[in-house]
C-alpha cells in the first residue's frame, strides 16, 4: 500500500523557471491537499480538492496553481519560480472532513 | 481567530521516561484535533486524534487528552523511546472550511538515551 507518493523527492530551480510537482494517492481518497513547510515552521495550505474537477485555495496560494482530473493525481504547478518559494512541499489525502490527512514524504524545493 | 500553538518548543526526556506535549488552542467550537509526529526528513505521520465529545482517547503507548473547559490538548507519550523522538504537532480543523487543518509550529522531542 503505497499511500501518498511525491515525486520528485528534490529538485533545484533558477529563478524563473516553472515545474509541477507530482501528487498520487491510492486510498481513494476524495481530499486532496498542497501544503508548504518552511524551516521551523509548521504547515501552511497552499491548494486543496474536495473531489476531481474541484480546486479552492488556501493560506497561501499565490505563485501555485493546481488541476484535479482525476480522483489520484493532485499536481502543483510553480509557473514562475521566485527564491520565496523555495521550501519543503508536502501534499495529503483524506477521507473527507474530520479526518486524518495521510501525508507523502515531501518534495524539497530550492530556487536559485 | 483560530489559534493552534504548543507550548513548549523543545522538551527533551529520559529514555523510558514519560513525555507530554501540550497545545493550547482559541476556537471553542473546534470539534476534532490531531495530533501528527514528523521525522526528520519525512511528512507528518498521524499518531492519533480525538473529537471533542471526548476527554480521553488512548492508542498504543499514546494518550490524547482534551480540556475544553480551558481549551488545552496534550499528547502523552509512555515509556518514551529513542525512535519517538521528531517534532509533535497538533491539528485542528479551519473553521467553516471543507477539512483544512491549522497547523502548530510543533515541539521538538528529543529522548536521551
Known amino acids: 500500500n503505497a499511500g501518498v507518493t511525491q515525486t520528485p523527492k528534490f529538485r533545484i530551480l533558477k529563478i524563473g523557471q516553472s515545474m509541477t510537482l507530482q501528487c498520487a494517492q491510492d486510498?481513494?481518497?476524495?481530499?486532496m491537499y498542497w501544503y508548504r513547510q518552511d524551516p521551523g515552521m509548521g504547515l501552511k495550505l497552499i491548494y486543496y480538492?474536495?473531489?476531481?474537477?474541484?480546486?479552492d485555495k488556501g493560506e497561501v496560494p499565490n505563485g501555485y496553481n493546481v488541476s484535479r482530473s482525476t480522483t489520484e493525481d493532485f499536481p502543483l504547478r510553480l509557473e514562475l519560480a521566485a527564491p520565496s518559494q523555495t521550501s519543503v512541499y508536502f501534499c495529503a489525502s483524506s477521507y473527507g472532513s474530520n479526518q486524518p490527512q495521510h501525508f507523502g514524504d515531501g518534495t524539497r524545493l530550492s530556487i536559485l | 481567530g483560530e489559534n493552534v500553538g504548543l507550548h513548549l518548543p523543545t522538551l527533551s526526556v529520559q529514555e523510558g521516561d514519560n513525555s507530554i506535549i501540550n497545545c493550547a488552542y482559541s476556537n471553542s467550537a473546534s470539534d476534532y484535533f490531531i495530533w501528527y509526529k514528523q521525522e526528520s526528513g519525512k511528512g507528518p505521520q498521524f499518531i492519533i486524534d480525538i473529537r471533542s465529545n471526548m476527554d480521553k482517547r488512548q492508542g498504543q503507548r499514546v494518550t490524547v487528552l482534551l480540556n475544553k473547559t480551558v481549551k488545552h490538548l496534550s499528547l502523552q507519550i509512555a515509556a518514551t523511546q529513542p525512535g519517538d523522538s521528531a517534532v509533535y504537532f497538533c491539528a485542528e480543523p479551519l473553521e467553516g472550511s471543507q477539512g483544512n487543518l491549522i497547523f502548530g509550529k510543533g515541539t521538538k522531542l528529543s529522548v536521551k538515551p
Open positions: 480538492s474536495v473531489g476531481a474537477g474541484i480546486t
Open positions: 486510498m481513494n481518497h476524495n481530499y
